[in-house]
């Protein structure tokens, strides 16, 4: 199983949970997982075919839209953070 | 004394006409004592422009483009670097700014503004720097003489960068193999990234972010997020989040063993670039873009805190 990281922002989808776990051995695998455990979450993330625009999914601390998309490998215990898609910084 | 560094006259050096002459040019330095054996991480110190950050670019592009009317003045939603950069141009130019700001912002950030020559109009605090944009965009609807220029979608920030930044590092370094630098309105990867890679069609860009603070983990809802128009995530090889603690020890690692005192976000592309370098072959060049110095963070608890993730964050988030 995976640990994955949930944001202030969609722990009311997550039950209130800071984390929750899925597994998969690909990004894909692994959000079909969530939408099929907790669909309110789920279906925040994933559209059934691609990432929401407004979220980024982080395996070991890089952007999966820059590591292969949703065929991205996720490895045994690694790290993956869902995040608000924002402008970071300041304004 | 002969032989001493800085005690030989250099060859003759410009005098400018106008500070904003004295934008852009910024020098890079090999970080030897922080780059991996046998690859160089040179840093483009861009805290060296007037007002002491990158954004001093940014400002007079947007300025130019804007081509302003007599009568009509500028307005930002900014409390950092951008309000402070517009303030410099706008002052020198001879137009009126007028930079929209969450009521909360810091004290030391209001008052550089107000000594360089801005206005400043609050936004409600509880609705933060979203709330600072929606202001100033209900501001200039109803009010014609204001020309907001929305770093965040305006075209001359990456150009900018295109024509500054970019080729200023493609001038001064035969070959670079990545080039990592802050992702904050993508501006700055952007128009730098397009440049670089005409030049060296192999080369790796790739953004630093930063775990987003407060603003960003206290959104209420997903669809208040913002992606900036300007920032093309296709246009990125890497994508790498830093911790708060990575960003700060290499943000101390810069000024301990390099003498480089800048600002956090720069330890964060310090970080990313240390680790893109060590997956590089041997003789690499790796450009890392320091957004500015780390004179206006000098208040910041992270400085000293041995606990570096509470001390930026109210909340620990995980």
Redesign the interface.
Known sequence: MTVI?V????REEAGGA??VEASGSTVRELLEDIVGRLPALGN?VYDGSDI????NV?VD???V???GGLDAPVRENATV?L????????? | MPGARGTALAPATRVADSLLDLIGNTPLVALHRLSPPGRTIYAKLEGQNPTGSIKDRVALSMVEAAELEPGQELLEPTSGNTGISLALVAKLRGHRLTCVMPANATPERRLLLELYGAAIVDSPANEGSNGAVRLAQELAAADGRYVMLFQYANEANPRAHYEGTGAEIVRDLPRVDALVAGLGTGGTLMGTGARVREANPDVVVAAAEPLPGDPVMGLRSLEDGYVPPILDVSKLDRKLLVSNAESVAAVRALLDREGIFAGVSSGAVVHVARKIAEELPHGSAVVAVLADGGWKYVSAEFWRAADVEESMERTLWW
Do not use: C, H, I
Request: net charge positive.
């Open positions: 990281r944001p202030p922002v969609l800071r984390q925040k929401r625009p407004y979220v982080y601390g890089e952007d839209r820059t590591s953070v995040l608000p898609a924002m402008a970071g910084g300041e304004r």
